[in-house]
């Protein structure tokens, strides 16, 4: 069965091989370069009181959440710059937070190995679940509406749950090193996981296989995104590359990198015609990519420490970043 | 565990990866080319939507800072 394996692996390679007629870089060689894009802080948001590990836009383009090793979430406004809510934590260990599309529940997860979901709606902000079965810390999660939710672990494995009995619905199993990110198509009907396998994986959400696996990076895979037409995904890992794989072609198609960046990539968002990537690195910095052409145009400086989260809203009216610095900032 | 039930889970685990690298082979592929193309497209078609790309005028950005008002 070794053997067959290897064929199959060949066979595999062969085929993306044959595929490959050029690179992206090339094919857009002919595509105007993106204007030089130099953003503004437009706000400065304090209020956590240590290393900030995560933050997610609601649908509402306004309220955001953001996770700190304080023990808080806490939710900006952040056109005003203030803080509408704050949830204490009971594990202070949280290493990824998620707003529901709603805007009803956010939830939360870390070292605890479990994902606790809030409502933000009753008067008082209550605890409606409390997600354990991972065997492994809790690296992301995404709401697909109020009665589902997806969570990648430690524990190798990506889980969806239903949020009405607390159970797992489907547990996704093929990655061997620790999940670190999930991204939801568009669609709603896959997703991507990122692991320290320095693989990405493509999963049907109803049928729980893997579809597709992508390789190139060469050490763990940090974050990972959608390409917004949903035929592409965007990977950033600790060997301070991204890479877009597309789907169809089920390979890499561009790599972003630089001799000079010898920080690994902690997280990614993408601008709403996806050609801007917006990458946080450890060196503090995020950098702004061109992602047709493969050429930097862009930085965001300001934070006093690595830049451990960016997420751009639905309507692509900003940038936000989260650093180990306790800062928020709002870039346009 | 016994040698015989630990050969026996290689085999499962051994037989789980060829059905995945089975499936991952049988998959329909289109040429670079053609996916590149289709990206390229989709970015210029959306790229006068993109306000990070565009830029935002003062009078239509909610994040622009607000003069502080004078009372007279």
């Known amino acids: 069965m070794k053997k067959e394996a290897e064929a199959l692996k060949t066979q595999i390679e062969?085929?993306?091989?044959?595929?490959?007629?050029?690179?992206?870089?090339?094919a857009a060689s002919g595509v105007a370069p993106a204007p030089r894009v130099q953003l503004k802080t437009r706000?400065?948001?304090?209020?956590?009181?240590?290393?900030?590990?995560?933050m997610h836009w609601s649908t509402d383009n306004k309220l955001m959440v953001s996770a700190s090793q304080d023990g808080k979430l806490l939710i900006w406004d952040s056109h005003s710059g203030n803080k509408v809510n704050a949830v204490p934590l009971k594990s202070s260990w949280v290493m990824t937070c998620a707003y529901a599309p709603s805007g009803n529940l956010v939830a939360s997860g870390g070292l605890d190995n479990m994902c606790t979901v809030y409502n933000l709606k009753t008067p008082v902000i209550k605890t409606v679940k409390e997600l354990d079965a991972h065997t492994g810390y809790l690296s992301c999660a995404r709401f697909l509406s109020d009665t589902e939710i997806l969570t990648s672990s430690g524990d190798t494995t990506c889980a969806l749950w239903d949020l009405e009995t607390g159970k797992q619905k489907t547990v996704f199993l093929n990655h061997v090193g620790d999940c670190m990110c999930l991204a939801l198509s568009p669609d709603m009907n896959s997703f991507v996981s990122g692991a320290c396998d320095s693989l990405a994986k493509l999963w049907d959400i109803r049928d729980g296989q893997c579809k597709q696996t992508f390789q190139g990076h060469t050490s763990d895979i940090n974050a990972i995104s959608f390409y917004p037409s949903g035929n592409a995904i965007i990977t950033g890992s600790d060997d301070c590359t991204c890479k877009m794989y597309d789907l169809r072609a089920d390979q890499e198609v561009i790599g972003y990198q630089d001799a000079a960046l010898n920080s690994g990539v902690t997280s990614l968002a993408l601008s709403v015609s996806g050609r801007l990537v917006f990458a946080g690195y450890d060196d503090f910095n995020c950098n702004i990519w061109d992602s047709l052409k493969g050429e930097k145009v862009g930085v965001l400086s300001g934070h006093d420490n690595r830049v451990s989260c960016t997420g751009v809203p639905v309507d692509g009216m900003c940038v936000c970043t989260g650093s180990w610095d306790s800062f928020l900032k709002i870039w346009n | 565990m016994s040698s015989k039930m630990q050969s026996s889970n290689n085999i499962a685990q051994a037989r789980r990866t060829v059905q995945q690298l089975r499936l991952e082979a049988n998959i329909e592929r289109i040429k670079v080319s053609k996916a590149s193309a289709d990206l390229m497209h989709y970015c210029s078609e959306h790229a006068k939507y993109d306000p990070l790309l565009m830029g935002i005028p003062a009078s239509e950005n909610p994040f622009k800072d607000k003069k502080p008002c004078t009372i007279l």
């Open chain 1, 14 to 26: 062969a085929a993306r091989k044959a595929a490959c007629d050029t690179d992206m870089a090339s």
């Open chain 1, 43 to 54: 706000r400065t948001l304090k209020g956590h009181l240590a290393k900030i590990y995560a």
